[in-house]
């Protein structure tokens, strides 16, 4: 399969480079602008209402190759993540048996843990229970004949889950393009509805609530950059049939701290607005809760009986520390009970990893990390992204850390070198008059959406399916999308 993918991807970078490419960049912005794929671009003196500071999405301008046989088991897969998340956030013991020392040593996961305590002593229960998932993966090169490549899982995510949208107009570009230049191509791109998933299931959520004149609050970041993915969110949903009397309202924590009020009986209001939903895109971050104003308007957004997409016990079952979980067998029987096949799938794709103490402790664990140190990831075991650590000084950090004490927050997961393919990119950031279209080599991380919503532990609304393709250039360990390190891509199957 390797050699076929990489023979395509060259066989598409020649043909673009044959096209007039001042005309195609000038085309990608026409198109970005068009559509709504923009982000916000923060500089040192940002003025938020400066409208030169919106730009398009970094994207590439072909999609990559991806195993077909890769991809659809990870769509398969989504269906036991889906149990994994939910069988956590509704056994509160069993989450713990995984928190515990984290708790001990992560004042943000112990606040977290301590509000769902106070969650559980009042007098009245949530509407209902929502999650939107995303589960990011990364193809593993191997040196078998019988196996080119296979999924290793990197991170599931049940808050903030973003580009959702952009994911579903890049794969919009992507065909477009490919009917330009290779129309017989188009078939092996998949059908993309990641954006309909966001959508459909925060709609179902406001139905379900059943308040027509309710609102959904979408609660963003006070330097929110992602702004085309939200936007493009809210008027998916004011276009729904039967959503003439469904208002969104984009606000901050400052903002719910100024206008937002609870009732004895739990019901939330922004002004004199009731809330049917409240959407986190934000509260993911300690960096988000710089005061304690903020933290209580987060109790009191959690203290209602709206619907929170996530709510605190599905956000907590997003954890990183739960992945590290995946390699006791022990632990995935008690979630799975009986379904060996599920318990069989998450073995699969899970990479080998270790605690700090195992890494230390194991003489060839360790020696490893000293002979080898850029081949294995330093992670945090909670939610959150930019936090990943590799490199020649990796023993002197893990030192540092037992040092603080600070094992419990981090475990250290072997390196995934994925199939790297040269694409051309289309960069939103530029830097020493360097193109707008260039040249990478990249290698890609794949999320497969799904969802949920519940009530009294049942879930009562499940979707599977859509993806987001990030590419990245292979020298960088992680690849931000809104520092332009990254960019939107999207698969073509072979």
């Not at 959702?164 to 017989?184: C, E, N, V």
């Not at 996530?310 to 997003?318: E, K, M, Q, T, V």
């Not at 899970?350 to 890494?359: G, N």
């Amino acid at each position: 399969m390797e050699d076929d993918a990489t023979a395509l991807n060259t066989s598409l970078k020649n043909i673009v480079y044959k096209l007039d490419l001042n005309k195609l960049n000038a085309e990608c912005q026409r198109w970005a602008f068009a559509n709504g794929f923009v982000q916000y671009y923060f500089t040192q003196n940002d003025d938020l209402n400066n409208d030169s500071n919106v730009i398009p999405y970094p994207f590439t301008i072909y999609p990559s190759p991806y195993s077909r046989n890769e991809y659809e088991k990870a769509c398969q897969i989504q269906y036991g993540i889906n149990k994994l998340i939910h069988r956590l956030a509704i056994d509160i013991n069993l989450m713990d048996s995984v928190f515990q020392n984290l708790i001990e040593c992560d004042p943000f996961i112990r606040r977290l843990r301590n509000i769902y305590n106070h969650i559980q002593q009042l007098p009245y229960k949530n509407v209902a229970e929502t999650c939107i998932i995303r589960t990011d993966y990364m193809l593993q090169q191997m040196n078998t004949l019988t196996d080119k490549t296979k999924l290793r899982l990197i991170e599931i995510n049940t808050i903030s889950i973003g580009l959702g949208a952009a994911a579903k107009l890049m794969h919009s570009w992507h065909k477009k393009f490919l009917t330009q230049i290779r129309p017989d191509l188009v078939s092996q791109l998949p059908e993309n509805e990641s954006h309909d998933i966001i959508i459909d299931t925060l709609f179902e959520s406001w139905k379900i609530y059943n308040k027509p004149k309710a609102i959904i609050l979408l609660i963003k970041t006070e330097r929110e950059f992602n702004i085309g993915d939200q936007m493009l969110i809210e008027q998916g949903l004011l276009l729904r049939e039967s959503s003439s009397s469904l208002l969104v309202k984009q606000v901050t924590f400052i903002d719910v701290c100024q206008n937002c009020s609870l009732n004895p009986e739990g019901i939330l209001y922004f002004n004199d607005f009731e809330v049917a939903v409240v959407y986190y895109r934000s509260a993911y971050d300690p960096k988000h809760f710089y005061n304690e104003k903020i933290w209580q308007a987060y109790i009191m957004l959690e203290s209602s009986r709206a619907i929170k997409c996530p709510s605190l016990r599905y956000h907590l079952a997003g954890m990183k520390c739960f992945q590290l979980a995946l390699m006791n067998k022990t632990f995935l029987k008690e979630v799975f009970q009986e379904n060996e096949q599920y318990i069989k799938d998450l073995q699969d794709i899970t990479e080998e990893m270790f605690t700090i103490d195992q890494a230390v402790n194991d003489p060839l664990v360790l020696q490893r990390i000293l002979d080898t140190p850029e081949s294995f990831y330093l992670k945090q075991s909670r939610e959150g992204g930019g936090n990943v650590y590799c490199g020649s000084k990796l023993k002197e950090r893990i030192d540092q850390i037992i040092t603080d004490k600070q094992s419990n927050r981090y475990f250290l997961m072997s390196r995934i070198y994925a199939p790297i393919y040269s694409s051309l990119i289309r960069s939103s950031i530029t830097k020493n008059n360097e193109n707008s279209l260039c040249e990478k080599e990249i290698n890609g991380e794949l999320g497969i959406f799904g969802s949920l919503i519940s009530q009294n532990d049942t879930v009562i609304y499940e979707r599977m399916g859509g993806s987001l393709f990030r590419s990245k250039p292979t020298i960088n360990i992680e690849g931000g999308i809104a520092s332009g390190q990254g960019f939107i891509d999207s698969i073509l199957l072979v």
